[in-house]
C-alpha cells in the first residue's frame, strides 16, 4: 500500500469540490483531488451555471473557452399554465457581465476545469479513486485511503475536504446525519430531441395536475416530470403508454416524439429531498456543497452554492493550509459564512416547494399562482427579488487574486 502526503485532500470532482481544489492550488496549497470515476460523464446532473459561478470562470481566464461550448442560455423562469404565463424571474435585468444562466451538461464544465487544474503544479487529480475510509488519529482526521485501479492507497493531509455530493460516503463514514428541510418530491428525468419549430425557452409547464421542467439544450429537450414522493412504483405499473399519455396532455406539442420513450430505461428517476447537517467539519474534516447541504432542484441553485462553498473555504483556509496551522474555528468559520445563505435558499425553496409546487400538482382544480408570489408580483418594490435570489443567490463570496508566482 502505497502513500502519500499533501496540504489538503478534496473528495470528489463535482464543482464544489473542483473549485475547491483549483481556488487552493490558485493561492499556493498543495491539494490532492480523489474523483471515484474514471471520468465526469454522468446523466442527469444540475447543467446549470448561474451568473455568480459565470463570473469566476471569467476571473480564472475560462469565460472564452467555456462560452466555446454548445450550450443553452436561460434569461427567464416562466410558468406556462394553460394560457396564463407568469414570469417568476427576469435575469436579463441582474447586474452581472452575464445576466443569463447557462445551460451545459456538467461534465463539459468538469472537463474544461480538469484541463485547467493541470496549470497548476500544487494541485493533482486523481481520477478512478474512490475513498474507503477515513484515518483517524487522537480524535482526528488525518487523512483517507482510497482504491485506485485495484491498489489501496493512502493519501494523509492536515485537512480533508468532502465534496462528494447528496449521498456522501465520507458523510457516513464520519457518523453524521443531515436534517431534513423541506418536503421530498421525485423527478423523472429523461431527453428527447428538440426541433426548430419547437418554443424556444419554455420552463415549468403546468396542467392538469401535472408539472413538468423543460431546460433548452440545443440539440434535446432536458426534461423533469414531478411526480409527488413515492409515486414512482404506481406510475411504472400504469405503463408507459399512460406515461406517454399523461406527458402528452402537459405538453401537447412534444407528441411527436413521444414513441421514443419506449422503454424504462429511457428514464431515470431523481429522488429529490432538502437538507443539511447541524455541524459541517469534524477535526479535520469539512463538508461542503451537497454533502454539506442537498438542495432542492428548485431555481437550480445547487451547483452555485457548492461553487459559493468552495470561494468561501479558499478564502478562508488558504494560508492556515499553506502554514499547517488549519484549527477547528477556521472550519467553523466556513460554516458561519455560508450557513445563513443556505437556511435562506432552503426557507425559499420550501415555501415554493409546499405551496407552488403542491398547487400544480393538484389535480382537482386549476392552477393559480400561491399568494405569496401574487404579492411579490404586485409591488414593485419586491419585483426584482425572485430574479436576483434564484440569479445571483443569497451572500456572493469575492474571489481573491492568486497568490504570486503560482
Avoid at 154 to 178: H, N, Q
Avoid at 277 to 288: N, Q, V
Amino acid at each position: 500500500m502505497s502513500a502519500h502526503s499533501t496540504d489538503c485532500i478534496v473528495v470528489g470532482g463535482g464543482p464544489g469540490g473542483m473549485f475547491a481544489a483549483l481556488l487552493l492550488a490558485r493561492q499556493g496549497v498543495r491539494v490532492m483531488l480523489l474523483e471515484a470515476h474514471l471520468d465526469f460523464a454522468r446523466d442527469f446532473r444540475g447543467d446549470t451555471i448561474h451568473p455568480p459561478t459565470l463570473e469566476l470562470l471569467d476571473r480564472l481566464g475560462l469565460s472564452q473557452p467555456l462560452h466555446a461550448l454548445p450550450h443553452g442560455v436561460l434569461r427567464q423562469f416562466v410558468i406556462h399554465a394553460g394560457s396564463q404565463v407568469f414570469t417568476l424571474a427576469d435575469l436579463s435585468r441582474l447586474p452581472s457581465r452575464f445576466p443569463y444562466m447557462m445551460l451545459l451538461p456538467q461534465e463539459k464544465l468538469l472537463d474544461l476545469l480538469a484541463c485547467h487544474a493541470q496549470r497548476y503544479p500544487h494541485l493533482r487529480v486523481q481520477m478512478g479513486a474512490q475513498a474507503n475510509q477515513l484515518l483517524w488519529e487522537q480524535g482526528r482526521v488525518v487523512g483517507v485511503t482510497y482504491r485506485q485501479a485495484e491498489r489501496e492507497q493512502v493519501v494523509r493531509a492536515p485537512l480533508t475536504i468532502a465534496a462528494d455530493g447528496r449521498f456522501s460516503k465520507l458523510r457516513k463514514l464520519a457518523g453524521l446525519e443531515p436534517i431534513r428541510t423541506a418536503p421530498p418530491m421525485d423527478i423523472v428525468w429523461f431527453r428527447l430531441p428538440r426541433y426548430q419549430t419547437d418554443p424556444t425557452d419554455q420552463g415549468v409547464v403546468v396542467n392538469q395536475g401535472r408539472f413538468c421542467v423543460l431546460l433548452n439544450r440545443e440539440q434535446q429537450w432536458q426534461i423533469g416530470f414531478v411526480i409527488a414522493k413515492g409515486g414512482y412504483r404506481q406510475l411504472h405499473a400504469l405503463g408507459l403508454r399512460a406515461f406517454r399519455t399523461a406527458l402528452s396532455d402537459v405538453v401537447p406539442w412534444l407528441s411527436d416524439r413521444l414513441h421514443l420513450l419506449d422503454d424504462w430505461s429511457t428514464l431515470t428517476l431523481l429522488s429529490v429531498e432538502s437538507s443539511r447537517l447541524s455541524k459541517w467539519y469534524l477535526p479535520g474534516l469539512l463538508f461542503i456543497g451537497d454533502a454539506a447541504h442537498a438542495m432542492s432542484p428548485v431555481g437550480g441553485v445547487g451547483i452555485n452554492y457548492a461553487v459559493q462553498d468552495a470561494i468561501a473555504a479558499a478564502n478562508i483556509l488558504a494560508e492556515p493550509l499553506r502554514t499547517r496551522s488549519v484549527q477547528m474555528h477556521h472550519l467553523a468559520a466556513v460554516q458561519r459564512r455560508r450557513e445563513w445563505p443556505v437556511r435562506v435558499i432552503q426557507f425559499i425553496q420550501g415555501i415554493l416547494q409546499r405551496n407552488l409546487v403542491a398547487e400544480a400538482l393538484d389535480r382537482g382544480k386549476a392552477f393559480h399562482l400561491p399568494l405569496p408570489l401574487q404579492i411579490i408580483f404586485r409591488l414593485p418594490i419586491l419585483r426584482e427579488l425572485p430574479s436576483r435570489i434564484i440569479g445571483l443567490g443569497v451572500g456572493r463570496e469575492r474571489v481573491p487574486p492568486a497568490l504570486p508566482g503560482v
